[in-house]
C-alpha cells in the first residue's frame, strides 16, 4: 500500500559506472518530482514530469536523463557517476492543480 | 521570483518546551505553504499546510498560520517531545514548482 516507492534504498558504487533509480507512485497523480538532497539536508529540484511530458528541468548535467514510462513511474538514470553524484535522491508525486507534493522514502547513493 | 527563507539551526530543547522555527517567504501571486518533516533516515512527509492567508494549519501539536502581511508562516508547538526530533521544511508551492527552506534540524533532549 506504499504511496510513492523507490529503489534501491541504498546504491553503492563506484565512478565512473551508469546506475539507474526507479520510482513509482500508486496516488494517481499526474505529476512527478525527482530531487537532489545533499549532504547538508538542502533540497534542489531537478526534474519535473506532468502525464510522461518534462515540464521542469533546471540546471542538472546532462549525465542525468529521466525516463516516464507511464504517468506512474519516473526513473533517474545517471551517466560516468562522479563524487559529486553522493546525495539522498527523492521522487515525489502530486496533482498539478493542487500544491501539495507526496515523498518516496528516498535513494541514498554513494559514488566512491 | 519565489523563495523561502528559514531558520538556521541546529535547534536543541528539553522536552515540554515551547518550540519556534521561523520561516518567511517571498512569492508572486498566491501560493501555497506547507511544513514538511524529515525523521532520521526517512523521507520527508507533509506536516500541515495552508492555502490562503490567514489560515491556519495544524497536526500533531503543531501550528502555523500563512500571514500575508509580514510573508511568513512560522511553525510553532506548544510543548515538544522527543519524538519531535527531526529536521523540519517549511516550502512554499505554486502548481507545479515548490521551493523548499534549508531546513531546520531539531533535537529534543529528554
Known amino acids: 500500500d506504499t504511496a510513492v516507492s523507490q529503489t534501491p534504498k541504498y546504491l553503492v558504487t563506484q565512478m565512473g559506472n551508469d546506475k539507474s533509480i526507479k520510482c513509482e507512485q500508486n496516488?494517481?497523480?499526474?505529476?512527478m518530482y525527482w530531487y537532489k538532497q545533499d549532504s547538508k539536508k538542502f533540497l534542489k529540484i531537478m526534474f519535473s514530469y506532468n502525464n510522461k511530458e518534462l515540464i521542469i528541468n533546471e540546471t542538472v548535467p546532462n549525465r542525468f536523463s529521466p525516463k516516464s514510462p507511464d504517468k506512474a513511474h519516473l526513473n533517474l538514470h545517471i551517466n560516468s557517476l562522479e563524487l559529486g553524484d553522493s546525495a539522498v535522491y527523492f521522487c515525489?508525486?502530486?496533482?498539478?492543480?493542487?500544491?501539495?507534493?507526496?515523498f518516496g522514502p528516498g535513494t541514498r547513493l554513494t559514488v566512491l | 521570483g519565489n523563495s523561502v527563507t528559514q531558520m538556521e539551526g541546529p535547534v536543541t530543547l528539553s522536552e515540554e518546551a515551547f518550540l519556534t522555527i521561523n520561516c518567511t517567504y517571498t512569492?508572486?501571486?498566491?501560493?501555497?505553504l506547507f511544513w514538511y518533516v524529515q525523521y532520521p533516515g526517512e523521507g520527508l512527509q507533509l506536516l500541515l499546510k495552508a492555502t490562503k492567508a490567514d489560515d491556519k494549519g495544524s497536526n500533531k501539536g503543531f501550528e502555523a498560520t500563512y500571514r500575508k502581511e509580514t510573508t511568513s508562516f512560522h511553525l510553532e508547538k506548544g510543548s515538544v517531545q522527543v519524538s519531535d526530533s527531526a529536521v523540519y521544511f517549511c516550502a512554499l508551492g505554486t502548481g507545479n514548482q515548490f521551493y523548499f527552506g534549508t531546513g531546520t534540524s531539531l533535537t529534543v533532549i529528554p
Open positions: 512569492a508572486t501571486g498566491y501560493p501555497s
Open positions: 515525489a508525486s502530486g496533482l498539478l492543480e493542487r500544491d501539495e507534493q507526496f
Open positions: 496516488l494517481g497523480h499526474d505529476t
